[in-house]
Structures are given as structure tokens and as C-alpha cells.
């Protein structure tokens, strides 16, 4: 496996993100989405996303191969200290550790 690095996302990464998000919109039912968002609307969910949660993209080198962020888990008061954790990886990317770098980067990562 290569060196899978994490830092923390920003807008301008969202055609790259989105490059790799797209997939799972056009080839599994997953994302709960029909349409491939644009890149404009994807940039202001990740802004939306970091005014509140962490979101973090997954590089080999610099060549983002993977993300996942937080977002609240239930919109009721009792859960606001919940959080639900998003991962999407690459399509070439599936199998080779990706996914478990950044979920126990994740809750290490302090942005």
C-alpha cells in the first residue's frame, strides 16, 4: 500500500472530491442521490460541512484518493453531540487500505 497522507479539506478540492463521489451516485443506490451534484453545489456542502464538522481528504503524493467527513447524525436535540461519518475512496482505490487509514486517521486528525 502506498503512503496515504490526511489533511484537511477545502472548497478548492471539490472537483477533485467530487470526481470521486460521482461514481457512487451513477453506479449504486448508497448515496440516496439521482443526479451528480455540480461542482459549485458540492463546494458549498463542503463549506456548509466545515463550519461545524471535520472533513478530511485522503492523498497518495498529491492526489486525493479518498474523503470523509462528519455530519449530524439525527436532526433532534438529543443527538447533538452525534455525528455520522461519511468515506468514499476511489474506485481503484478499494482494497487497498484507503478506507482504514482515513477512518482511524479520522478520529485522530485535529485540523
Known amino acids: 500500500m ?11 478540492d471539490a472537483e477533485r472530491i467530487l ?5 457512487y451516485i451513477i453506479k ?3 448515496t440516496f442521490e439521482y443526479d451528480v451534484p455540480t461542482v459549485d453545489e458540492f463546494r458549498s456542502r463542503i463549506k456548509k460541512t466545515l463550519e461545524k464538522y471535520p ?3 485522503a492523498c497518495e503524493g498529491e492526489k486525493i484518493v479518498g474523503y470523509a467527513y462528519a455530519s449530524p447524525f439525527k436532526g433532534r436535540a438529543a443527538y447533538d453531540h452525534s455525528a455520522e ?3 468514499y475512496v476511489e474506485e481503484n482505490e478499494h482494497k487497498k487500505g484507503t478506507d482504514y487509514t482515513e477512518i482511524h486517521g479520522f478520529y485522530k486528525y485535529h485540523p
Open 55 to 57: 472533513y478530511i481528504v
Open 2 to 12: 502506498a503512503e496515504i497522507s490526511l489533511r484537511a479539506a477545502t472548497e478548492k
Open 85 to 87: 461519518l461519511s468515506i
Open 19 to 23: 470526481e470521486i463521489y460521482a461514481p
Open 28 to 30: 449504486t443506490a448508497i
